[in-house]
């Protein structure tokens, strides 16, 4: 099996596999899919009709208050520690407002094509369509809800307002089930899209250099593919402090258990016509009201400067793909993804892993599942680097049990990386795309040392406050030294088809 590309026509891709021009071109205006009628494509991958932004240099570098750190030089500090360092400084400084589809993402994603290109390497470009907002389909969802619960207090022929209501909320609810599963929905079929983009690069085995990914690789050669966002998240109310997130999660089962109520009483409504029924509503009503005024607050709060989550992925990937171009695996290809719309349902993991893998036909024909890795906010204050066991938001996305035995048993060899391993609740990251996709996937980040296993706040996160002042690099070292520690031992193993990786090996040596 392997990573490439695909023979997909969607015209809703604006484009694909492209290699991005010697002047990093940015991606498109953001347009919906209705200007795109008919997917045509213009010069270097850009749908006709967009307006492009120009890739501004003096926008890259340092305001006069700081020293001038050129772009070509961004990464050329001595040590990893200060390469980590720069680059988190200048992402979360200079590109603070990276919204999902946004132009400082577009810029983010401009400034990692520049330093890979500088790297030696060729970089690839995919736009795709995704949602801006990861709190919009639910803002919808619960809009809807009230529009229900008003039809169901009209007074005028009640049993079919009652009917209208119930197959309305019938639909949110389903659409929600979908949504908390990071599928596609009509809750996002109903809001307009916009362009965003991928940044990939490829390193060949070097068992493979210079030939054509296997059709059907063998258990040594197969792809690994390594992910990590681009786009912050907003700074909603209820990421200011530990209390208001415990609030806000507590909100979120009572919201979907008040969507179901009101169901229930519509149906009851509908066949028994009772009025006392629309008192009774207004209850789980107000709980969908509350959940509604929390999200429009949510959605209209500024955008975190994102320097933990998650420039401290993006200059742990930059620092990866270095060390993958001057020592590239032995036995399996990386695909080292920049992704965009990470904060939007991983919109950027989801489009590249629809693009590129098919791994239920290669699984049908006996190859082995790709692996997947991802970096999300490693450089958190008082946090330690952490393998995720498994993450939940609606359902329940486990890390590939033998890769994270592989993870444990690197940490066991180098206990100075002092990694440790946990679960998280009421979040999700590309660990659930991976994992949906049937990859076998491994998530790192870095979470406080606690013995509550759904313990997912860390200082900072989602908040204004999230600067380069308030991240641990030496964390962002060591999460990095651990993650290329684990990508050596899976080169030195074997991939043991359904499980993950044969154990046998001794744990490399962490550079």
């Known amino acids: 099996m392997s990573i490439g590309p695909s023979s997909s026509s969607n015209p809703s891709d604006a484009s694909s596999d492209e290699p991005v021009p010697d002047q990093a071109t940015p991606h498109s205006e953001r347009q919906s899919p209705s200007d795109d009628t008919d997917g045509s494509k213009g010069q270097e991958g850009q749908v006709e009709g967009q307006v492009n932004h120009a890739f501004d240099p003096d926008a890259l570098k340092p305001s006069s208050e700081g020293p001038e750190i050129p772009l070509v030089t961004l990464r050329n500090a001595g040590t990893v520690e200060q390469r980590l360092h720069d680059v988190i400084a200048f992402v979360s400084e200079k590109m603070a ?3 999902s589809a946004s132009e400082a993402e577009e810029h983010a994603a401009q400034l990692v094509t520049a330093e890979l290109k500088a790297m030696g390497l060729t970089p690839q470009q995919q736009n795709f369509l995704g949602l801006t907002s990861a709190y919009a389909p639910y803002i919808l969802a619960t809009g809807l809800a009230l529009l229900s619960l008003f039809l169901f207090w009209h007074l005028r022929d009640a049993q079919a307002m009652a009917l209208a209501a119930l197959l309305l909320l019938g639909v949110v609810i389903a659409a929600l089930f979908y949504e908390l599963t990071l599928r596609d929905n009509p809750l996002r079929w109903w809001l307009s899209p916009e362009y965003s983009q991928n940044v990939s690069v490829r390193f060949p085995s070097v068992s493979g250099m210079g030939a054509a990914p296997a059709a059907s690789p063998s258990k040594l050669n197969v792809p690994i593919l390594i992910t990590t966002h681009l786009d912050t998240h907003r700074t909603p109310w209820f990421f200011s402090s ?3 997130l415990r609030f806000f999660r507590l909100m979120l089962p009572l919201g979907l258990i008040s969507l179901v109520a009101l169901w229930v009483l519509y149906g009851v409504g509908f066949v028994t016509s009772l009025e006392a029924l ?5 209850v789980p009503g107000a709980f969908v009201l509350l959940i509604f005024a929390l999200l429009i607050q949510a959605a209209r709060s500024p955008f975190s400067p994102g320097a933990n989550d998650n420039a401290s992925g993006i200059a742990a990937g930059l620092e990866l793909a270095a060390q993958l ?20 349902g991983g919109s950027g993991a989801d489009a590249f892993m629809r693009e590129h893998l098919h791994v239920r036909e290669h699984v049908l024909a006996g190859a082995t599942r790709p692996i997947h890795l991802v970096i999300n906010r490693i450089a958190g ?3 330690q680097p952490t393998m995720l066991q498994s993450e939940t938001l609606l359902q329940l996305a486990a890390s590939d049990t033998g890769l994270l035995q592989l993870a444990q048993q690197v940490q066991a060899a180098h206990p100075e990386l002092q990694a440790q391993t946990r679960s998280v609740g009421a979040t999700y990251s590309e660990l659930s795309l991976g994992v949906r996709h049937g990859l076998r996937t491994l998530a790192f980040t870095a979470l406080p040392a606690s013995n509550a296993a759904d313990d997912a706040s860390v200082p900072h996160w989602h908040q204004l406050s999230d600067t380069l002042a308030n991240c641990d690099i030496d964390v962002a070292a060591r999460t990095t030294a651990l993650i290329w520690g684990v990508l050596q031992a899976i080169d030195l193993t074997d991939a043991a088809d359904g499980v993950g990786v044969d154990l046998v090996k001794p744990a490399p040596e962490v550079r």
């Open 97 to 99: 407002e990276r919204g």
């Open 381 to 383: 204050p008082g946090t």
């Open 325 to 344: 171009a001057q020592s590239p695996l032995q036995h399996h290809e990386v695909h080292l993804v920049f992704t965009g719309g990470g904060e939007a």
């Open 242 to 244: 530990s209390t208001g």
């Open 278 to 282: 629309r008192w009774i509503a207004l």
